[in-house]
């Protein structure tokens, strides 16, 4: 089993920046890709960033060039930086990760922290 636990989240300006992160705990040997989502009020969650375990990265259309993913091997964690916040960022993110045994693939899910950006 894997277990998230996504910190980082909450109230902040637009414009300003925030940093949040997701650390994995649990009885595994290795994750796969892990990735970002964030759910805004009424809307369906969306893919924000993902990272391979080659550290290969992509993003939403809506946050390329503001926001970057970056992995910790060592401490099964990723990050997320998120600068030039905007109002259309808020929402619940969400961290995931998948893992694959044999045959089968697994996706695990955070609780969520909550980014609030004011205009």
């Known amino acids: 089993q894997v277990q998230l636990v996504e910190s980082g989240g909450g109230l902040v300006q637009a414009g300003g920046s925030l940093r949040l992160s997701c650390a994995a705990s649990?009885?595994?040997?290795?994750?796969?890709?892990m990735a970002w989502y964030r759910q805004a009020p009424g809307n369906q969650r969306e893919l924000v960033a993902r990272?391979?375990?080659?550290?290969?990265?992509n993003y939403a259309d809506s946050v390329r060039g503001r926001f970057t993913i970056s992995r910790d091997f060592a401490r099964n964690a990723v990050h997320l930086q998120m600068n030039t916040l905007k109002p259309e960022d808020t929402g619940v993110y969400y961290c995931?990760?998948?893992?694959?045994?044999?045959?089968?693939?697994?996706?695990?899910w955070g609780q969520g922290t909550r980014v609030t950006v004011s205009s």
């Open positions: 995931k990760a998948d893992r694959d045994v044999a045959d089968k693939h697994y996706e695990y």
């Open positions: 990272i391979t375990r080659e550290s290969a990265t």
């Open positions: 649990g009885s595994f040997l290795r994750l796969g890709d």
